[in-house]
């Protein structure tokens, strides 16, 4: 299974990106799709996720009212709006595979490589 990140850049504040994540195939422990994150010097933490079926969503609190995240069942793709982006959101962006929808990084079996999203003040 392989995960290709894209969408990232450099964006100012308040404005918006749309993050696209590809998966090669889907496999009986491909129930869960999610977006973590990584900013400098900080440990990686949970952004939102997304089960393929029913489409049901999570998102931590500093996504909650800004991101929307979404899957397109017939792309493989799931997809990470962010809207009202701030300086705080600048990280590596990471989307992620996995058995069941989860907040635990351990939860997740494969890991796309990652895109750089930087928002200026």
């Known amino acids: 299974v392989q995960l290709q990140a894209s969408g990232g850049g450099l964006v100012q504040a308040g404005g918006s990106l749309r993050l696209s994540c590809a998966v090669s195939r889907r496999t009986n422990r491909s129930n869960a799709m999610a977006w973590f994150r990584q900013a400098p010097g900080k440990e990686r933490e949970f952004v939102a996720a997304?089960?393929?079926?029913?489409?049901?969503?999570y998102y931590a609190d500093s996504a909650k009212g800004r991101f929307t995240i979404s899957r397109d069942n017939a792309k493989n793709t799931v997809y990470l709006q962010m809207n009202s982006l701030k300086p705080e959101d600048t990280a590596v962006y990471y989307c992620?595979?996995?058995?069941?929808?989860?907040?635990?990084?351990?939860?997740?079996?494969?890991w796309g490589q990652g895109t750089q999203v930087t928002v200026s003040s």
């Open positions: 992620a595979v996995g058995p069941a929808l989860a907040t635990a990084q351990t939860s997740y079996d494969y």
């Open positions: 997304v089960t393929w079926l029913a489409g049901k969503t």
